[in-house]
């Protein structure tokens, strides 16, 4: 009952201060997070409900933990305590094989739910919840085993660290707390590293320049006259700056107000059911092209035209007779390889309706095959595939849409310094302005800060058993002090055991979290059928696993003293 009193005032006051503090955090750093223009942001609200949950959920751990230790103080021997020798009650038999199959089973239910459908209403995330506790729970059952083992296996190490081993093992119900708390943490939070690298490394392949890379696009206005006036904001900043006003194209739906087709280009052999299902079966090795606003099709001037890709004679005389300039060459992006195909000097297209789905119109025009190194020299290939003079896009039927000014260094690639000058320049509402840096991940500032707060719990975790274990061993150390044992080996055996400790921890967990976090990734990364992608995450997993024991033995070392104990003779 003394036990779980003290639990019940310790914890619910930890409880409630780690409550109110971390919404008074949260609330207070709101506008910092809500100030950035460029995200959308939803009023401030304080989750009552979920932070309610927590409040009762710590205390309930709280409480679970002490009636555990109570049940152990039960347990123990009344003479080893009061000789200062207490152990760890003897573990069971079944306990290290019971956990073996914990690991295992939680780890297939993760993988396991990998092939399970996915949408609303799937038990997806919940098996990987559950496996993942179930792991973390058979790695805590088979702990006590693993201690023993290595502590065998450490005879023949330096003394301070054997010691160590055998302590633990020894009172192995406290490391075992200790390492459960710090790789529970460890796993949630590698799990989560491996889920968003995966989703990181996933729009990294999906990436789709806006331009070449170095270069800027501004948008924002309906019509080519519009772009004139930013078009002299940016020579006013870099006279050598070069703009090109250029848009995509849209297909007016006959009949319709304000709808639109897309336009995607067959290849040989295929017919425009094949691309719209007409067949009973879309086959998609049948479309390349596929335009809308913005990609496939790029439209503007010749003059700009010719002068922005660098067009021979030929090819510029091809785009003033009203000829489309069609890049032939493979292009490859994230959903495979695709490559558009003339069928003697003609790009055979279909426009589809998406929302309808009726039998398509077909429509050919005449073509110049061109290469990527030439769509290259002013637009990513992945982007654009045709090139198209205003006057052509006109007498096909296509509307302009998506009016944007390219602009160019001939130098070389935009500095950092002409962007911001070019940001402040064009800072005008509903103007937006980009230069293409390829894909920059986000930064995580929330993780890492929760990242910090677990290895700070785990060095506390660490340091403190290391302080109880070393306030227990002071009479044996007395001993080895009086057959002349090193003055520092009390201090050496703190920090073996705290660096042992936060090793085993975060070491453990980080590998555990990764098994358990890759099955996540790949569901994250594959919902639309495609090839899935895992990034587990080496590097900040090995940074987390290092970092926690030398802070820990940091800790142990100047938290411990290095004075031997000393004997005092009491006369008879």
């Known amino acids: 009952r003394v036990a779980l009193?003290?639990?019940?005032?310790?914890?619910?006051?930890?409880?409630?201060?780690?409550?109110?503090?971390g919404a008074g955090a949260g609330i207070a750093l709101w506008p910092v997070w809500a100030s950035d223009p460029t995200e959308t942001h939803g009023p401030l609200d304080v989750?009552?409900?979920?932070?309610?949950?927590?409040?009762?959920?710590?205390?309930?751990?709280?409480?679970?933990?002490?009636?555990?230790?109570?049940r152990g103080l039960a347990r123990m021997s009344l003479v080893s305590a009061l000789n200062g020798t207490a152990r760890s009650a003897p573990p069971g038999r079944g306990g290290p094989i019971a956990g073996v199959l914990l690991l295992v089973?939680?780890?297939?239910?993760?993988?396991?739910?990998?092939?399970?459908?996915?949408?609303?209403?799937?038990?997806?995330?919940?098996?990987?919840?559950?496996?993942?506790?179930?792991?973390?729970?058979?790695?805590?059952?088979g702990m006590p085993a693993l201690l023993r083992v290595l502590a065998r296996l450490g005879a023949a190490a330096p003394?301070?660290?054997?010691?160590?081993?055998?302590?633990?093992?020894?009172?192995?119900?406290?490391?075992?707390?200790?390492?459960a708390s710090v790789a529970g943490g460890v796993l949630i939070l590698t799990a989560i590293w491996?889920?968003?690298?995966?989703?990181?490394?996933?729009?990294?392949?999906?990436?789709?320049?806006?331009?070449?890379?170095?270069?800027a696009v501004v948008e924002g206005v309906a019509s080519e006259s519009g772009l004139a006036g930013l078009a002299a904001t940016v020579r006013s900043v870099d006279p050598r700056l070069r703009t090109t006003p250029v848009a995509g194209v849209d297909v007016p739906k006959p009949g319709s107000d304000g709808e639109t087709l897309s336009i995607a280009a067959l290849r040989k052999g295929c017919t425009a059911a094949d691309v719209s299902g007409g067949t009973g079966r879309v086959r998609p090795e049948c479309r390349s092209l596929v335009a809308y606003t913005g990609t496939g099709v790029l439209v503007g001037t010749t003059r700009d035209l010719v002068r922005l890709f660098g067009l021979d004679a030929a090819q510029a005389d091809a785009l003033t007779h009203g000829r489309l300039l069609v890049n032939t060459d493979p292009v490859t992006e994230f959903e495979g390889t695709t490559v558009n195909e003339l069928d003697h000097g003609r790009l055979h297209v279909v426009y589809l309706d998406y929302l309808v789905g009726p039998e398509p119109r077909a429509a050919s025009f005449p073509a110049v095959a061109i290469s990527s190194e030439v769509i290259g020299r002013g637009a990513p290939p992945a982007r654009y595939s045709v090139l198209a003079s205003t006057t052509t896009a006109a007498s096909l039927g296509w509307s302009l849409n998506g009016w944007q000014l390219l602009v160019d260094d001939p130098d070389g690639p935009i500095t950092p310094e002409t962007e911001g000058a070019l940001r402040e320049a064009l800072a005008t509402p509903g103007i937006h302005f980009q230069v293409e840096r390829g894909f920059v991940p986000e930064p995580q500032p929330v993780l890492w800060l929760i990242a910090g707060t677990l290895a700070l719990l785990a060095v506390i975790g660490a340091a403190m058993s290391t302080i109880l274990a070393a306030a227990e061993l002071r009479p044996f150390l007395a001993t080895f002090a009086a057959v002349s044992a090193p003055p520092t080996l009390t201090r050496r055996l703190a920090i073996a055991q705290a660096a042992v400790l936060g090793l085993l921890a975060s070491g453990l967990g980080a590998l555990l979290g990764m098994a358990v976090g890759a099955p996540i990734g790949i569901i994250s990364t594959s919902w639309s059928g495609e090839e899935p992608v895992v990034a587990l995450p080496w590097p900040t997993a090995g940074l987390f696993v290092v970092v926690v024991p030398l802070v820990a033995g940091a800790v142990a070392a100047i938290s411990t003293s290095a004075k031997p104990p000393s004997i005092t003779a009491r006369p008879d």
């Open 5 to 21: 009193g003290q639990a019940l005032l310790l914890g619910s006051t930890a409880a409630l201060t780690g409550t109110l503090v």
């Open 105 to 141: 089973a939680g780890v297939a239910v993760t993988w396991w739910s990998v092939t399970l459908p996915r949408g609303a209403g799937s038990p997806v995330i919940w098996l990987c919840l559950a496996g993942g506790l179930a792991a973390l729970a058979g790695l805590l059952l």
């Open 47 to 70: 989750p009552v409900g979920a932070l309610t949950l927590l409040f009762v959920l710590a205390v309930l751990t709280a409480l679970g933990s002490a009636l555990v230790a109570a």
């Open 194 to 215: 491996t889920s968003m690298g995966s989703t990181e490394a996933d729009s990294a392949r999906r990436h789709l320049p806006i331009t070449r890379t170095g270069q």
């Open 159 to 179: 003394v301070a660290l054997r010691m160590a081993l055998r302590d633990l093992a020894r009172h192995r119900g406290r490391a075992t707390a200790i390492i």
